[in-house]
């Protein structure tokens, strides 16, 4: 992204894409083209602020300065450390603006020094990278820059018209020399409209799918024996013992898709090497999600497309973001201290059942009053007065409701950081472009200055960030960084990634990140911790699969990323609300006749565990039984003041302890 600052006022005037960049290529997303209203946006949070009054939504605030936050977060902080240890304070984060730095750099060495509870990062990615670990290890995703030489394209339960804009203009280009593209996706999305073959399985139903291919490829000896020989363990046991179960007529009634359609996409994916499919991380939020994603990655195994430029992309992030975290985060800071762990997901129960209780809640990077699942428990435990909560954020979110301390945060155009792209293999150096607005600070400096409030002396916390980024750009623990240095980051903003280096895991070295050494179709890791060794269909736990679950909320809700934001981000700016317009669900013709409604209806879908209210969407071709609502609205701007997770449950997935938003069931009616 290229920033122009009128010097004079110190104020950027324009973001645009950098040309030069091979991605990006000269232009941004909808979000992003207006990132200058997020910046220079009234709602942001300028100077630090106590609040006076109750917690909760209205809350009420009092200027205070930097010096008196840091003295009162710090004097709060070591009472609550003296009386019951550093482990009943609970750090809650994300990734935030997808900066290193930011996500995962100073404030870890402040929780370690200070022995706080370990976090479990699980939102948004942990059973699709649990997936990935048990088969492939985390490394080999195909790279979007192939595309044009593809013959067959297949977007899986991935919108990237909305989510992943810069990949299409490849896809374009592989269509215009031939390349058929097939969604395959429940919903209809603006993808799906974009492509020349829509295939829409059942929700949680995607591992049948990928099985019942692999069993047609498999039985008219299209598979690479060769590749599978040479490159995997377990192949064997796939085949003789496992694809027999996936006949045509099985999964037809598991997947709802016709057993012609099923052998059609086999042969088409089976007729080339050059395939490539581009999957996403929605897939596996499911309870079922990780084995959906292992089936998926298996596929161009089972071809040999993964020998080739082909495969599968998931996420290029888990490769391009390994780093050296003891050295980033300063795990000796620990000392040999084991404090206990929290599942994110699980916030509710953190703060509501832990025994000893949790005390004090630092969140930045993430707004959990919105984001995690079962919002009503959550909202509870942040309710508690007897909590200690400090909330650092660009914008006054609903979790900030709950603080006692609120700190301004900045922007990206205010900071140094690297960032490592999750959807090809380009670095990229975000260099400050103006000053800090108002008084924010940057994650980074927010915790060395509490750092020394707190007396930790360590060097660690003296470090600048370019000293930092300098420590993470290391060729020795990470191939990729072969080549690149801050030198030619400052110079050029960005540099790709060594993929073609011999020291890469996966196909250019012939070793794959597992314990064998190989592609793990069969996985001992997977069977000693009490999984299916082999790829398979496990019906979800809440989901239509489950009969008696579904005979009394009979939809299942889909609550995939919108078109205008990223999460809780750009919720803040006037013009892309104003393009949201207002809270959807889209619903099938045959579902809202059932119910005598008609687009436009104010509706209420709800379950057990809470209800949400929003506008009828009728769309043709939807699959029946599923709604499709958007992700992690601000709760404070709907009707009942929470959102669709207010319906979700805490429960996690199949693997990686990740969370289940997709396997939420539900029924919708009209509202007064």
């Known amino acids: 992204m290229r920033v122009t600052v009128d010097t004079r006022s110190g104020r950027a005037i324009e973001v645009r894409g950098d040309p030069s960049h091979p991605v990006t290529r000269g232009y941004l997303c909808n979000k992003v083209n207006n990132y200058l209203d997020l910046v220079y946006n009234e709602r942001r949070v300028m100077y630090p602020r106590r609040r006076v009054g109750p917690k909760g939504p209205g809350a009420k605030w009092e200027r205070i300065s930097w010096d008196e936050a840091l003295d009162e977060i710090a004097a709060r902080l070591k009472q609550i450390i003296e009386q019951d240890g550093g482990d009943a304070v609970l750090p809650f984060s994300y990734s935030g603006t997808l900066g290193l730095l930011g996500f995962l750099g100073m404030a870890e060495r402040f929780f370690n020094r200070m022995g706080a509870c370990r976090l479990e990062r699980t939102i948004c990615t942990a059973a699709g990278a649990a997936a990935e670990m048990f088969t492939t290890g985390r490394a080999g995703d195909a790279n979007i820059e192939e595309l044009p030489g593809m013959d067959l394209v297949i977007l899986w339960g991935t919108n990237l018209v909305s989510t992943g804009v810069h990949a299409m203009p490849f896809i374009n280009e592989a269509r215009a020399n031939g390349a058929k593209i097939i969604a395959i996706d429940p919903r209809v999305t603006r993808t799906t409209a974009f492509a020349d073959w829509h295939i829409q399985p059942r929700p949680g139903t995607d591992a049948a799918l990928a099985l019942g291919v692999m069993k047609i490829i498999v039985d008219r000896g299209l598979h690479d024996l060769d590749f599978l020989k040479a490159q995997t363990v377990g192949w064997e046991k796939l085949i003789d013992e496992r694809l027999p179960e996936y006949t045509m007529e099985h999964v037809e009634r598991i997947t709802g898709v016709a057993a012609a359609d099923i052998e059609k996409l086999a042969l088409l994916y089976a007729s080339t090497k050059k395939s490539f499919i581009r999957v996403n991380w929605g897939i596996q939020r499911h309870d079922n999600g990780g084995s959906m994603t292992r089936a998926i990655k298996l596929l161009p195994a089972i071809t040999g ?319 029946a039984g599923v709604v499709g609502a958007p992700k992690q609205l601000q709760g404070s701007r709907m009707k009942n003041g929470v959102n669709l997770n207010a319906l979700t449950s805490q429960r996690e997935a199949d693997m990686g302890r990740g969370p289940v938003f997709f396997s939420t069931l539900a029924e919708i009616e009209k509202a007064d």
């Open 305 to 623: 497309a993964m020998a080739g430029k082909g495969g599968v992309c998931m996420s290029t992030g888990g490769e391009m973001r390994a780093i050296d975290l003891a050295k980033l985060q300063r795990t000796g800071l620990l000392a040999g201290r084991k404090p206990r762990t929290f599942n994110m997901i699980q916030l509710g129960h953190a703060l509501n059942d832990a025994q000893p209780p949790v005390r004090a809640l630092f969140v930045w990077n993430a707004d959990p009053a919105n984001c995690v699942p079962d919002t009503h428990d959550a909202r509870k435990g942040l309710a508690r007065e007897d909590l200690f909560t400090v909330v650092h954020d660009t914008f006054l979110t609903d979790s900030a409701d709950y603080a006692d301390i609120l700190l301004p945060a900045d922007t990206a155009l205010e900071r140094m950081d690297l960032l490592a792209a999750y959807g090809n293999y380009y670095f990229g150096l975000s260099q400050p472009a103006i000053e800090k607005i108002g008084e924010s600070l940057d994650n980074g400096e927010l915790f060395r200055r509490l750092a020394r409030r707190m007396g930790y002396e360590d060097d660690c916390f003296s470090q600048t960030d370019e000293e930092m980024l300098e420590e993470i750009i290391d060729p020795q623990f990470n191939p990729l960084f072969e080549g690149v240095t801050m030198e030619l980051l400052k110079e050029q903003g960005w540099a790709r990634a060594a993929v073609e280096s011999p020291r890469r895991s996966g196909v250019n070295s012939g070793k794959w990140p597992t314990p064998s050494g190989k592609i793990e179709i069969y996985s001992e890791a997977m069977q000693q911790r009490g999984l299916d060794p082999l790829p398979a269909h496990v019906p979800e736990i809440e989901g239509l699969e489950n009969k008696q679950a579904a005979s009394r909320f009979p939809l299942q809700v889909i609550s995939a990323a919108t078109h205008y934001f990223i999460g809780a981000s750009f919720q803040h700016v006037p013009r892309l609300q104003e393009m949201m317009s207002r809270p959807t669900f889209e619903i099938s013709p045959q579902d809202a006749s059932a119910r005598g409604i008609e687009t436009g209806d104010w509706c209420r879908l709800y379950n057990d565990r809470g209800e949400t209210f929003g506008y009828a969407h009728i769309v043709e071709g939807l699959l």
